[in-house]
């Protein structure tokens, strides 16, 4: 098992003079922040199709035991028929992804803030991800944000094809605790400018304890579980992923290290 924390992309102008040394070169900046942070979450793959030379030169610009996470094309989960999405998914998936070999982590699969859990379009949509590609195995992450998934046939139906379910402790968003898959993922998108490390040093020592349990496979967010819990002794181990995306994001770096100091 392993507990990665990192932040969202690597390219936002308020962290040069802040995370960034001032003198850094703009093309050296994935370069510095992979060898601060443990893992990056690339945002631009939600937006438009990357090429397989982008995919390897992030790889050779990053440390042997880095990973990054993907966002899915936006074109595969904002329609209206989730069913129908299986090209879009394989166009993202062919895109070149596996140029990033032994550093392509979670993918994750952001639905609107409008899309409503419908169970058997759902599901369909969740057959449709592959297990596998050139080789790699690909662990899917799922990224609802409507309150129609804080049900307990969502979180069955993530259970039933090994997703995890993407916690989030935005009150905008649903806060879906349940361990479904075989990571846990979490997007922490609360942020504030009024503390140096963008969250309160209590905070990121309560995050460090969850990280600790998420990767020895307990919940230590019951409050925040829908489905059936597993109380059991049977409860495996779990890659961690936790990253720092929005609120105040300017603290985002600070916050990810301090994480990573506690941990």
């Not at 990056?40 to 397989?52: D, G, K, L, S």
């Not at 046939?153 to 349940?178: E, M, N």
């Not at 990767?215 to 967010?221: K, Q, V």
């Not at 992923?241 to 990573?260: M, S």
Request: hydrophobic residues 40%; positive net charge; proline residues 6%.
């Amino acid at each position: 098992m392993a507990i990665r924390v990192g932040i969202g992309g690597w390219i936002f102008e308020p962290w040069r003079g802040n995370f960034y040394p001032p003198d850094l070169a703009q093309r050296l900046e994935l370069e510095y922040a992979s060898r601060q942070v443990t893992a990056i979450e690339i945002n631009a793959t939600y937006y438009r199709t990357q090429t397989p030379a982008s995919f390897a030169r992030w790889r050779d610009q990053t440390p042997d035991d880095f990973v990054f996470s993907l966002k899915a094309s936006r074109y595969a989960t904002n329609r209206r028929v989730l069913a129908e999405a299986g090209d879009s998914i394989s166009r993202f998936v062919q895109s070149g992804i596996a140029e990033l070999g032994s550093k392509l982590g979670p993918i994750v699969w952001q639905f609107a803030p409008t899309k409503r859990f419908e169970q058997s379009d759902f599901e369909a949509f969740l057959r449709l991800l592959p297990d596998r590609h050139a080789g790699l195995v690909l662990q899917h992450a799922l990224e609802v944000r409507h309150d129609s998934f804080r049900s307990p046939d969502f979180v069955a139906l993530a259970r039933k094809y090994r997703a995890a379910v993407v916690y989030t402790d935005a009150g905008q968003f649903p806060s879906i605790a349940d361990l479904t898959g075989v990571i846990v993922y979490a997007r922490l998108m609360s942020a504030n400018q009024r503390f140096k490390s963008g969250y309160a040093p209590k905070a990121l020592d309560s995050w460090a304890d969850c990280c600790r349990e998420w990767a020895e496979g307990r919940n230590p967010l019951p409050a925040d579980a829908v489905g059936e819990r597993n109380e059991g002794s049977d409860r495996p181990p779990k890659d961690v992923f936790v990253y720092f995306i929005n609120g105040a994001k300017e603290r985002a770096p600070a916050a990810a290290l301090g994480l990573l100091q506690r941990l």
